[in-house]
């Protein structure tokens, strides 16, 4: 084998794991590019742009305390079932919002992991609660999109 031959199989051979990072890098910015768009979409309360965001049977899971009582309980539903009920959670009061702080963003070939640190807002001008968070998603790329499977979120 020719020493050239050589140079271009071990220039190959570095090169390779070099443009797969660089496309996951890329990857994580299209990502977080997207979780922009869905806060933004969640903030804005267009429930129909923000379903686009989910697959068909995407869970959002949550540990939730309801009203009045100190007992917690492990909150499941479809992306179906949240917007449907966003009359009695986002959409109850004049002021809602969740805005993204910061991520970390992990792709391996099509799908990702992001963890998101949030900020909300919700309430009235007069009775306004704010609160830091955490959501989980799991993403897979479906006909060349991104897309949510799985969101899990916990207040701080």
Do not use: C
Request: charged content about 25%; aromatic content about 12%; cysteine-free.
């Amino acid at each position: 084998m020719s020493y050239l031959r050589i140079l271009i199989l071990v220039g190959i051979s570095f090169s390779i794991p070099v443009l797969k990072l660089q496309a996951q890098e890329q990857e994580g910015k299209v990502i977080e590019e997207l979780l922009h768009a869905y806060y933004e979409s969640m903030s804005q309360r267009d429930w129909e742009s923000y379903r686009t965001f989910f697959i068909d049977s995407a869970l959002l899971v949550t540990v939730w305390e309801p009203g009045g009582t100190e007992n917690k309980i492990l909150h499941r539903s479809t992306i179906e079932e949240f917007i449907r009920k966003t009359p009695e959670g986002p959409d109850s009061q004049p002021i809602f919002e969740e805005r993204m702080r910061s991520s970390q963003i992990e792709v391996h070939g099509g799908m990702a992991t992001a963890w998101v640190d949030y900020k909300a807002r919700f309430g009235t001008e007069e009775n306004l609660m704010e609160w830091n968070g955490k959501d989980l998603f799991t993403l897979i790329r479906w006909e060349n999109t991104w897309k949510i499977v799985s969101l899990t979120y916990l207040s701080e």
